[in-house]
C-alpha cells in the first residue's frame, strides 16, 4: 500500500490542508458576510478594531470615503462615540449605473476596558482609515510593584 | 527504506491562501464621454492597487494589511484582498483611462472614443 513515507506524509499533508479550511470556514464565512451592503441598522458600521498597547488604546475604523469635515469622535471616560455622514452623489451630468454605496448617517458607541485621557487623544485618517490612539488614564494605567 | 525520504518534503498540490477575498463596494456612473467607477477599498495604500484592462476585461485588485500593535481587544476586520472584475466595452479608449485614489475610495474614468459619442444629425431644409 504505502511503500515509501512520502506518501503517508503527502496523506497527511492533504488532510492537514482539509482542516485548515475548515478552521477558516467560519471567520471567511463572517469577513465575506461583513462586506455586504451594512448599512442597515446592524450598529457595527463602521467596523473596528481595538488595541491594547501597555498605557494606550488604538481603535481602528474602517471609513471609506469619509473626509475628516465628515467625522465627529466623542470620549468621555470609557465610552466613546464615533459618528458621521457620508454623502454619495453622481457626479454632475453622469447617469447611476449601479449604486452600492450609497449615502447613510452612522452612529456607532463603543465601551472601552478602561477609561482613557480624553485630552490627550489624537485622531488620524489616512486612506478611509480612522485611527485614534488614546491614552489610559492614570487609574487606569499599568503600575510597577516594587518587591520589598 | 532510504533515509532521506523521512525530511524530503514534497511540494504540496495545492498552496492556500490565508488572505480572504473580498468584493469591493461600486459605484459606476457613464455620460456620453466617459464611465466612472468608483471603489471602495479602505485602508489599502496606493502602491498596493492595480488596475488592469486586458481585451475588454477590467480587474482592480488591492491588498491590505493591517497595522497590528500590541494586544488585540477585538477585530472586526483584517488583512484582505478586495478584487473584483467587470467587462468594459470595446469603446473605451484604453491609453486614457485614469485612476485616483482619495480616502480609501478608488475613482477610475474611463473615457469613450470620439466614434462612440452619441451625435446630432443636422436636418437640411429640402
Not at chain 1, 2 to 11: A, G, Q
Not at chain 1, 60 to 88: C, F, H, M, T
Not at chain 2, 10 to 22: C, L, W, Y
Not at chain 2, 102 to 113: E, T
Request: charged share 30%.
Amino acid at each position: 500500500m504505502f511503500t515509501r513515507v512520502s506518501d503517508l506524509d503527502r496523506m497527511f499533508d492533504a488532510m492537514g490542508l482539509l482542516r485548515s479550511r475548515f478552521d477558516n470556514l467560519f471567520s471567511e464565512f463572517d469577513q465575506t458576510a461583513g462586506y455586504e451592503p451594512r448599512w442597515s441598522g446592524r450598529g457595527n458600521y463602521p467596523r473596528t478594531n481595538l488595541y491594547e498597547k501597555g498605557d494606550q488604546f488604538e481603535l481602528v475604523a474602517e471609513v471609506p470615503g469619509l473626509s475628516k469635515d465628515d467625522l465627529d469622535v466623542k470620549i468621555q471616560g470609557n465610552y466613546l462615540e464615533i459618528s458621521g455622514k457620508r454623502q454619495v452623489t453622481a457626479p454632475a451630468g453622469y447617469r447611476s449605473h449601479r449604486v452600492e454605496r450609497g449615502s447613510a448617517t452612522f452612529t456607532r458607541s463603543l465601551t472601552l476596558p478602561a477609561e482613557v485621557d480624553s485630552d490627550k487623544v489624537s485622531a488620524t485618517l489616512k486612506d478611509g482609515i480612522l485611527v485614534l490612539t488614546m491614552p489610559k488614564s492614570e487609574a487606569a494605567k499599568p503600575r510597577q510593584i516594587s518587591i520589598k | 527504506m532510504d533515509h532521506k525520504d523521512l525530511t524530503k518534503k514534497e511540494p504540496r498540490a495545492e498552496s492556500t491562501r490565508n488572505v480572504p477575498q473580498v468584493t469591493p463596494l461600486v459605484d459606476i456612473y457613464e455620460n456620453d464621454d466617459a464611465i466612472l467607477v468608483h471603489a471602495e477599498m479602505p485602508g489599502v495604500t496606493k502602491d498596493d492597487i492595480s488596475v488592469n484592462i486586458d481585451n475588454g476585461s477590467l480587474t482592480l485588485t488591492g491588498v491590505r494589511s493591517v497595522v497590528r500593535g500590541g494586544a488585540s481587544e477585538w477585530e472586526e476586520f483584517g488583512d484582505v484582498e478586495f478584487q473584483r472584475a467587470f467587462s468594459v466595452p470595446q469603446t473605451i479608449v484604453v491609453d486614457k483611462v485614469s485612476a485616483e485614489f482619495k480616502n480609501g475610495v478608488l475613482a477610475l474614468h474611463l473615457p469613450k472614443s470620439e466614434a462612440a459619442k452619441p451625435k446630432q444629425i443636422a436636418i437640411k431644409a429640402g
